[in-house]
Nanobody, 124 residues
Framework: QVQLVESGGGSVQAGGSLKLSCVAPADIYNNNRMGWFRQSPGKEREGVAIISPNYGSTFYKSSVKGRFTISLDKSKNTVFLQMDSLKPEDTAMYYC?????????????????WGQGTQVTVSS
């Protein structure tokens, strides 16, 4: 049963921008950290950005700092990922996640809920 629903993926040229959205049920949104992971063919999943809804704390993968911004719209139970200055290496399936497990912030096992993913393709 899909509980996190992503949208906003697509194809863009290098240097362009995309904004991903993820809507979650209120009970998940209000009680978990929310964020984004990505996975490219042949590579492991990697954390991109995480946000704590209660405190607004944000965490970013080093290679996206300064280019990606994670944010919330609490009135709509939505988390966003604004992606600017996109690079071909950002090409991946992007997954919305939610969870409150223990461990490293970008450890996939920490997140109980995963969306089905939205594809982002950046051409050079």
């Amino acid at each position: 049963q899909v509980q996190l629903v992503e949208s906003g993926g697509g194809s863009v040229q290098a240097g362009g921008s995309l904004k991903l959205s993820c809507v979650a049920p209120a009970d998940i949104y209000n009680n978990n950290r929310m964020g984004w992971f990505r996975q490219s063919p042949g590579k492991e999943r990697e954390g991109v950005a995480i946000i704590s809804p209660n405190y607004g704390s944000t965490f970013y993968k080093s290679s996206v700092k300064g280019r990606f911004t994670i944010s919330l719209d609490k009135s709509k139970n939505t988390v966003f990922l604004q992606m600017d200055s996109l690079k071909p290496e950002d090409t991946a399936m992007y997954y919305c996640v939610a969870g409150r497990g223990l461990g490293a912030m970008f450890e996939p096992a920490r997140y109980d809920y995963w969306g089905q993913g939205t594809q982002v393709t950046v051409s050079s």
